[in-house]
Every structure is written in structure tokens, then in C-alpha cells.
């Protein structure tokens, strides 16, 4: 389980690149250009799909959201599990879209809510979803008055969608401590 200290202390060295001023500051700031490098580097499946969620015309803010909210929750599986997290290959991450397709198709055919894979996800990586929601709602919402704001809903939910597949992929991408086998350890 990843935990919320782990998406804080990488959120505040994100901040450190992010903001001049706490860039001499920082001891070890984070090139966020440079990450996405290794992230493509390590997880070429993940880094495709998530870069062809958002070269598709969104809006900026969710274009953002996506960049930093991917890029942290991928680091966030990496320093968590270091060598025990493994590549994502594109069979598993067709398959973690599918559960969030068959999800959404069962849940739009019954009149009572089955559980949602969210809510699965939510009991097993609260942190990040919390982070998630929490980084959502502030592009969401921002600074601006409502009339100002420009912030497609949709995009947003698209970026959404796609951080709770990398979250589910990340997740069975963790070998056990038990056994040389790959998890759905953190999604029991």
C-alpha cells in the first residue's frame, strides 16, 4: 500500500522544480521532464497509454493534471516497492482496461450499484486516490471565479479514468515477497 507521506514528500519536490524560488531550496529537486523520460524508460506500455490520453485535445488544465498526477503515482509504486515493481506489459494493461469497461458496462445495466473497481482500488490504495481526488478537485475548482473557469469536465474525467488504470496496473505489476509470481498483491 502506498502511503500518503510517500505522494506528499514527491508532491513537494515536484513544487521545488515547479517554483524558482524553492528551487535553490530544495536539496534534491525534481525534473519533472527528466521523470517522465524514465517513466517512459521503465513503463513503455503505461507512458504510451497515458500519452495517448493526453495528446488528445483536452484542455491544458487537465493536460497537466494528467502529466503530474501519472508521473507521481508511478513514483510513488517505484520508491514504495523498488525492485518488486515490474514492467506492465501491454497484455496486463488491456486487461486492467477491460475490468474498468466490463465495470462501467455493469454498473449502466442494473438498477442497484455493483462495487465499483473504484471502490475496490479506493480500499486498497486510499492514499492515492485521496491524492487523486484531492489534485482533481483543485483543478476543478481553481482560483477563479466559476463564470471564469474553463476546465472541461470530461477531459478531467478522462485524466481521472486514466490514473485509476495506471493505479490497477501498477498495483498487479507487484511481485509478492513470497514467491518469484506477480500480485494482484495490493488488490486482494
Known amino acids: 500500500m502506498i502511503h500518503g507521506t510517500v505522494l506528499e514528500r514527491i508532491e513537494r519536490e515536484l513544487a521545488h522544480d515547479a517554483t524558482p524560488s524553492l528551487r535553490t531550496r530544495a536539496p534534491d529537486p525534481i525534473d519533472l521532464e527528466a521523470l517522465f523520460t524514465r517513466f517512459e524508460q521503465t513503463q513503455p506500455a503505461l507512458a504510451r497509454r497515458v500519452t495517448d490520453v493526453l495528446d488528445r485535445p483536452l484542455d491544458q488544465a487537465a493536460i497537466a493534471l494528467g502529466c503530474f498526477l501519472s508521473v507521481t503515482i508511478w513514483l510513488a509504486f517505484e520508491r514504495t516497492f523498488g525492485k518488486r515493481l515490474m514492467e506492465v506489459s501491454e497484455d496486463a494493461l488491456r486487461a486492467s482496461e477491460a ?3 466490463l465495470e462501467e458496462e455493469l454498473r449502466a445495466g442494473r438498477d442497484s450499484d455493483p ?3 473504484e471502490d475496490i482500488i479506493e480500499q486498497q490504495q486510499p492514499a492515492i486516490v485521496d491524492f487523486v481526488h484531492e489534485h482533481l478537485e483543485a483543478a476543478l475548482e481553481g482560483d477563479a471565479e466559476p463564470a471564469e473557469r474553463n476546465v472541461d469536465v470530461d477531459d478531467v ?10 493505479t490497477l496496473a501498477l498495483s498487479h505489476a ?3 515477497n513470497d514467491s518469484n509470481t506477480l500480485g494482484p498483491e495490493l488488490l486482494a
Open 115 to 117: 462495487i465499483e473497481l
Open 174 to 176: 507487484v511481485k509478492s
Open 157 to 166: 474525467h478522462l485524466v481521472y479514468r486514466a490514473m485509476l488504470v495506471l
Open 99 to 101: 475490468a474498468f469497461s
